[in-house]
């Protein structure tokens, strides 16, 4: 048998060798991947938003703001204490709200509500906005972030279940404008 | 005795290992490098060993679970015998090893022992700095109380602002779309199975070449690394002047580490564990989470940044770092070893090591934060009320309802995220008072649409009252002349 210099039958099989692991490699190799990828998948990005229930409207007064807390709309068992979610409401007039995330624009710290200087203020690097969730001060770049909400019946919703980010530009979240 | 020798012979016979163990435990290092200023790569490594065990320990009773994490640190903390030892251990062990990390870097460092022909240690050194501050990062996730729900909160901001993949890298950051029991999955995964992983396999590379290039020699003023010459220079160094490193070296290793060992003890039996704060319950707002110790300095960055600044320097910032670190052996390879002819490198470290002890002492006190109970548990000291008319008092009051002691302070108590109040009426007139109060600015938010004229006119009132005793007020000069009516000024701009 004739065969070039430097190519033999042991060659030829430890090709066929590395050629069959590489189709393996790609046969786990993809399941993996898309696994590892699964929280960014997109069929599941539809069920994050969800509307949730915040409760009744008799719990949130006119002109006042409350402090609301939710279920996550996609709990799993192991959650525990994490699938409850605080948000502040504001009933501007009885008819029209606002639903504030918890999480100050700046880094995500938990802003709490102030009723007498009517100011979000955060605890974590002085972060303040208004009563409307627009910017007050300190080193948040824009407002509070906002849920949408809807009324049905007696009840308030809101769409929610995606932790709020200053990088997202997430559907469930509307922008308010910088300037007071 | 005999048995043993013959029990090792019998091993020895068939792993065949002896005579390699022996050739490096003895292997020949210059002189003077049997030093306590080489101690700290060994301490890091006995500090990286006792991780691993008491890792291990812990992993007997902690349950990566969201729902249970934090209850099994409690039975860890009280009902488990030493169980608050071992977490002690644990968690003072990490802080430990950063320090000592970053002390064997600063070492390597300043004695040119990145150069030529140990460019890779050094490389295989910064992932080894990089790992250890993650597991620093995610050990403080583990301990899934309300800091590390918080913290998870501010690292999913920080990597939401990558631009374009911010919104993925956080789902898969989190495994979801929100901090969830995915979450504390995959950060026990990644403490547990693949930083360890990762770490043991660099902490062995890393090793192996300290082994086979050898251990860098004292840097001499005037002995100048040249690649051409280098190696033939130190293989005669360690022959005309070399000693055994064991046991000639390897004992002033030995005493540091014991040392290091008991000073982690004694912090765990003195100081006791870390936490946890409180449980991870995300509808408890009353909380102002805090990073770990060796993470205060980014905290203070990120307070101190103008807010135009801060999503640059957060994402520009680590890169540059990271590659300066890894490309300084390739840069400065060859040339001078020693500090005494490097005073740019000496510089360098005096200014980082300035710096990051500035913010980290910085962050202890936070001034950047607000006291969010000053309005309501911090009374006006009583000397600020002495001999005040009721519209003063009045205005003390508004001071405190509307929380401005939340963010200024009076006699140093209340919050230092604004200017100190105590002399505001000699920096300000009434009308810049009224002004700054109604208008905001600066850092301070517009109090207009939440103060009455009233409350505004006695809340100025009060601060004009806030100047050392002797020296007055300011006052705007031209304010006496313009409003009297029968002002001599030839303008007829007013009546």
């Known amino acids: 048998m004739t065969l070039p210099a430097g190519f033999s039958r042991r060659d030829l099989f430890m090709k066929i060798g590395i050629f069959l692991n590489g189709i393996v490699a790609v046969i786990l190799g993809v399941p993996i991947v898309r696994y590892l990828l699964s929280p960014v998948a997109h069929e599941r990005k539809g069920s994050y938003d969800s509307w949730v229930p915040l409760g009744s409207l008799e719990q949130f007064p006119p002109g006042q703001t409350r402090l609301a807390t939710y279920r996550d709309p996609v709990v799993s068992p192991t959650d525990g204490e994490t699938a409850d979610i605080a948000c502040w409401v504001r009933n501007v007039d009885g008819q029209t709200f606002q639903v504030f995330a918890i999480n100050c624009a700046h880094l995500g710290c938990p802003v709490r509500w102030f009723p007498q200087s009517n100011l979000f203020l955060c605890p974590c690097h002085g972060g303040a906005y208004y009563q409307d969730g627009s910017r007050a001060s300190g080193p948040p770049e824009r407002g509070l972030f906002e849920y949408h909400y809807k009324i049905d019946g007696r009840k308030l919703l809101i769409k929610a279940g995606e932790m709020p980010t200053p990088g997202q530009a997430s559907s469930i979240v509307r922008e308010i404008s910088p300037c007071a | ?495």
Request: charged share 15%; glycine share 8%; hydrophobic share 50%.
């Open chain 2, 1 to 495: 005795m005999r048995l043993i020798k013959s029990i090792g012979d019998w091993l020895d016979a068939r792993l065949q290992l002896g005579a390699t163990i022996r050739e490096t435990a003895e292997h020949s290092v210059p002189r003077e490098t049997a030093s306590w200023f080489y101690v700290f790569g060994s301490a890091a490594f006995v500090v990286f060993m006792l991780q691993i065990v008491t890792g291990i320990m812990l992993a007997l009773i902690y349950v990566p679970s969201a729902g249970e994490a934090w209850n099994s640190l409690q039975t860890l903390n009280h009902s488990v015998t030493l169980g608050w030892f071992i977490r002690g251990l644990h968690g003072w062990g990490s802080d430990f090893m950063v320090a000592i990390v970053l002390i064997h870097m600063v070492q390597v460092f300043l004695f040119g022992a990145y150069k030529y022909p140990r460019e890779l240690t050094w490389i295989v050194g910064v992932f080894l700095l990089l790992m250890t501050l993650g597991m620093a990062f995610t050990g403080q996730v583990l301990r899934f109380d309300q800091d590390a729900y918080w913290g998870l909160g501010i690292g999913a901001s920080i990597a939401s602002r990558v631009p374009l993949m911010g919104p993925p890298i956080v789902n898969l950051m989190l495994g979801g779309p929100i901090i969830a029991g995915a979450t504390l999955s995959r950060f026990f995964a990644l403490h547990v199975f693949v930083i360890p992983g990762l770490l043991i396999a660099f902490v062995a590379v890393h090793l192996l070449m300290v082994v086979k290039l050898g251990i860098n020699e004292w840097p001499m003023p005037g002995r100048v690394v040249r690649k051409a010459t280098y190696i033939k220079e130190y293989h005669e160094l360690t022959k005309r002047d070399g000693i055994p490193f064991v046991p000639a070296a390897v004992w002033k290793d030995l005493v540091f580490s014991a040392f290091i060992l008991l000073s982690v003890a004694a912090c765990a039996v003195y100081f006791g564990p870390f936490g946890p704060s409180g449980p991870p319950n995300p509808t408890i707002i009353q909380t102002a989470p805090r990073p770990d110790f060796f993470f205060l300095w980014l905290y203070a960055i990120l307070s101190l940044l103008p807010p135009s600044m801060e999503t640059p320097a957060l994402l520009i910032g680590p890169v540059v770092v990271i590659l300066g670190l890894l490309l300084l052996p390739f840069l400065f390879g060859e040339g001078e070893k020693s500090w005494r002819r490097r005073p740019v490198a000496v510089l360098t470290i005096l200014l980082v090591a300035v710096a990051l002890g500035t913010f980290t002492r910085l962050a202890g006190n936070a001034p950047w934060s607000p006291v969010m109970d000053a309005w309501s548990g911090i009374p006006i000291p009583a000397e600020f009320l002495h001999n005040r008319s009721a519209l003063e008092r009045q205005g003390a009051l508004v001071f405190q309802v509307k929380q401005c002691h939340n963010c200024h302070s009076l006699d140093n108590q209340g919050g230092k995220r604004g200017p100190a109040l105590d002399a505001v009426a000699v920096r300000l007139t009434q009308d810049q008072l009224i002004r700054q109060v109604i208008q905001g600015g600066g850092n301070m938010p517009a109090y207009g649409k939440n103060l009455s004229p009233a409350e505004t006119t006695a809340l100025v009132a009060f601060l004009e009252t806030l100047h050392p005793a002797g020296q007055s007020p300011a006052r705007d000069a031209s304010r006496a002349v313009a409003l009297q009516p029968d002002s001599a000024t030839p303008s007829s701009g007013h009546p």
